[in-house]
């Protein structure tokens, strides 16, 4: 596969990951009043109709990310991003390209959600 077209499927995957990461947003501010979920809260909001809708909503796209190739790539670019952490090289990047900011974004949502 040339460079081009692995920038070509990257940009696509990428373009996937965001839109997944703009409703995954919408449908946890949505469910911002009830956090910390627990048990209760959960089996609560499965029980109306719209929260339902919300929650099915986020099972389907933290799966369809979990499921995707992008997931593995974002998990490399935050290897990646951890080491040149850990050599201190990070303070020279001004500017995170894309990939790099949605990367650590799934960093945080993996350390706040337990994924």
């Known amino acids: 596969m040339s460079k081009d077209e692995i920038l070509i499927r990257y940009s696509r995957y990428l373009k996937e990951v965001e839109k997944d990461i703009f409703i995954l947003e919408e449908n946890l501010n949505q469910l911002k009043k009830f ?3 627990n048990d ?3 089996q609560y909001l499965a029980s ?20 995707s190739e992008v ?3 974002l998990r490399i670019s ?7 952490r850990e050599k201190g090289l990070i303070k020279a990047i001004r500017k995170p390209n894309r990939a790099m900011q949605t990367a650590l974004y799934f960093q945080r949502l993996e350390n706040q959600w337990n994924i």
């Open 78 to 84: 935050r290897i990646t991003l951890k080491r040149l």
């Open 40 to 42: 209760e809260k959960i």
């Open 48 to 67: 109306k109709r719209d929260t339902l809708k919300i929650l099915d909503q986020l099972a389907y796209r933290f799966l369809n990310m979990k499921a």
């Open 35 to 37: 956090f910390p979920l």
């Open 71 to 73: 997931l593995e790539v």
